[in-house]
């Protein structure tokens, strides 16, 4: 069974880095064609997607976005964290892990989320 | 890359079909047969649907389907249910090998 789950600071304040961690279990980020993606939503909004980190360490990021992100993985400890640097108030998000596809072979979607986690910019 | 755009809302009757539309260009939907589409019920995470244009995961409806046109993807729903109200999010691949989520559209069964 594929599980995920956020973790990370529920308050920021502006122009702070954040750093969120994602913490997984049911699969192996050494595993070929794995990845792992970040989404995040702000209350009432659309989903935004951040970036995506995959097996052999190729990374993807938000083309708008992408000077103020990085995404690593720890394979060992199963875990892959996200930093976002000079965070803003409209930041303020729930911010979600996803595990990348994959049946027979690995697809571009993302089927088993985390729970998410708030994470509220403000001073 | 900006958001793909899809119809704030649509509305049916329970046992009718909707169809939601989701328009991109020629560097993401009109590009690539990845799109993919997920369902948000208000408070929980994304729920994957659809993926590469029109297949369902195991465990999914065979009441939802996919397909595309040049550069919009939809999604159809029929048999309209009461559970299906919630969000729905298209989403692409893109020419940047990143991805891109629609603008959402809330389905409200009548």
């Known amino acids: 069974q594929i599980t995920l789950k956020e973790s990370g600071p529920t308050l920021v304040k502006p122009t702070q880095t954040l750093t969120l961690t994602c913490t997984f279990s049911?699969?192996?980020?050494?595993?070929?064609?794995?990845?792992v993606g970040w989404i995040r939503q702000p209350p009432g909004k659309a989903l935004d997607w951040l970036a995506v980190?995959?097996?052999?360490?190729?990374?993807r990021y938000n083309s708008f976005l992408n000077s103020r992100l990085t995404v690593t993985k720890d394979t060992p400890n199963n875990q892959v964290v996200l930093t976002m640097t000079n965070m803003d108030p409209v930041d303020t998000a729930t911010y979600y892990c996803?595990?990348?596809?994959?049946?027979?072979?690995?697809?571009?979607?993302?089927?088993?989320w985390g729970q998410g986690t708030m994470v509220t910019v403000s001073s | 890359q900006s958001a793909l755009t899809q119809p704030a809302s649509v509305s049916g009757s329970p046992g009718q079909s909707i169809t939601i539309s989701c328009t991109g260009s020629s560097n993401d939907v009109g590009g690539y047969n990845y799109v993919s589409w997920y369902q948000q019920h208000p408070g929980r995470a994304p729920k994957l649907m659809i993926y590469?244009?029109?297949y369902r995961p195991s465990g999914v409806s065979n009441r939802f389907s996919g397909s595309k046109s040049g550069n919009t993807a939809s999604l159809t729903i029929s048999g309209l249910q009461a559970e299906d109200e919630a969000d729905y999010y298209c989403?692409?691949?893109?020419?940047?090998?990143?991805?891109?989520f629609g603008t959402g559209t809330k389905v409200t069964v009548l």
């Open positions: 590469d244009v029109r």
């Open positions: 989403s692409s691949f893109t020419r940047n090998s990143s991805y891109v």
């Open positions: 049911g699969f192996s980020l050494s595993s070929s064609g794995v990845g």
């Open positions: 996803a595990h990348r596809f994959c049946s027979g072979g690995c697809f571009d979607a993302f089927d088993i």
């Open positions: 980190i995959y097996w052999d360490d190729d990374k």
